[in-house]
């Protein structure tokens, strides 16, 4: 009994790590943990901020390759290739860009970066991410086959705003579980659906051993080897939590994001040690827990007796060899004498004068 109990404790002591794992990452991924998660960053707002900048920085970027593509097919136009080191603006045409030119370009950024700032306020990025998100959690979990993006609302509200968008610009775009050029959001969907039921199976798996061990644990008097169980086992978790300390510094020292994005550098970074103070927390309250539970069950080991100390005091009581508990001796009465029959005399019916 005692190799079945160590068996048992030592299989509920992996589940119960296995399945604290699967349950911290399925809270941290759900839907309403990332809109939380937003909300804590201030997603929204700083979205709202730096979506403008970076459009306006991608037309720039597109309208300089342009220029660059259109010096080198120009063998009268060169830079520092001429064995020159002029560092003038160049035109799309190939031109030095005037002053003129420039002050019209910068007005036209600036006209672009109020526009867009117009049409992607907070309010309206919190409730198209949102709306993505919950999409996004439904398709994950089979509930749901598509994802619409809304872009077109994007455009239409950007020419509410003053700017002439064209219509092939902002098209409402559509994700499918359906469609063969998304073969990956039909993996991440079976991949999804096997992580739920290794969860379900981890959850029933941890139940089922925990009340397997305290039914030993109770037949053989000893709850030692479950509050150890437990113990280990909190312990173990708390390594993840040690993990998510330490690894998100590592992780931003070492990333590293394109230039076009360099803007998103300071917002990603807050979102990740966010994210990890968010996860530290959960595998440390549970960790806590297990904790707790452990040496509780180590306090009533030591202080509870068994049920075989119980029959160990009670056997006296049923033993009929057991000594007495009086110094005399017991010495039963004498019988009592047979009772006199009382008797009554007849009645003849002759009543005395």
């Known amino acids: 009994m005692k190799f079945v109990s160590f068996l048992i404790n030592l299989l509920l002591m992996i589940v119960l790590v296995v399945t604290s794992l699967f349950v911290v990452v399925d809270l941290t991924v759900s839907a309403k943990y990332i809109n939380t998660l937003a909300t804590r960053t201030d997603a929204y707002t700083q979205l709202s901020a730096l979506l403008p900048e970076q459009i306006v920085k991608m037309i720039a970027n597109g309208r300089d390759n342009k220029s660059d593509n259109s010096n080198s097919s120009n063998p009268n136009n060169c830079r520092t290739s001429c064995g020159s080191t002029n560092t003038a603006n160049f035109s799309p045409g190939g031109q030095v860009k005037t002053a003129q030119q420039q002050a019209e370009e910068a007005a036209q950024e600036a006209q672009i970066l109020a526009g867009m700032k117009a049409a992607l306020t907070p309010d309206f990025i919190r409730t198209t991410l949102t709306s993505i998100v919950y999409q996004g959690e439904a398709v994950l979990k089979g509930s749901a086959s598509t994802i619409a993006i809304p872009l077109d609302q994007v455009g239409t509200r950007a020419k509410a705003a003053g700017l002439d968008v064209p219509a092939d610009v902002f098209k409402p775009l559509i994700l499918s579980t359906t469609d063969p050029s998304m073969k990956q959001l039909a993996d991440a969907q079976r991949s999804v659906h096997l992580f739920e039921r290794a969860k379900l199976v981890g959850l029933i798996a941890a139940g089922v051993l925990f009340l397997l061990s305290l039914f030993v644990s109770f037949w ?123 008797t009554k005399p007849k009645k003849t019916g002759i009543t005395k004068p």
């Open 220 to 342: 053989r008097g000893k709850y030692g080897a479950l509050g150890a169980a437990l113990i280990i086992a909190g312990l173990l978790t708390g390594v993840f939590v040690a993990g998510f300390w330490v690894a998100p510094q590592l992780a931003l020292q070492k990333l590293t994001l394109p230039a076009d994005l360099s803007l998103f550098a300071p917002f990603i970074a807050r979102v990740i040690l966010q994210l990890a103070n968010d996860i530290k927390f959960k595998f440390l309250s549970i960790a806590l827990a297990l904790l707790a539970a452990g040496v509780l069950l180590e306090l009533l080991n030591k202080h509870l007796p068994s049920h075989h100390q119980h029959e160990q005091l009670l056997a006296p009581l049923a033993n009929d060899d057991a000594p007495k508990m009086l110094d005399e001796e017991v010495v039963p009465a004498p019988p009592l004498p047979p009772a006199a029959v009382a």
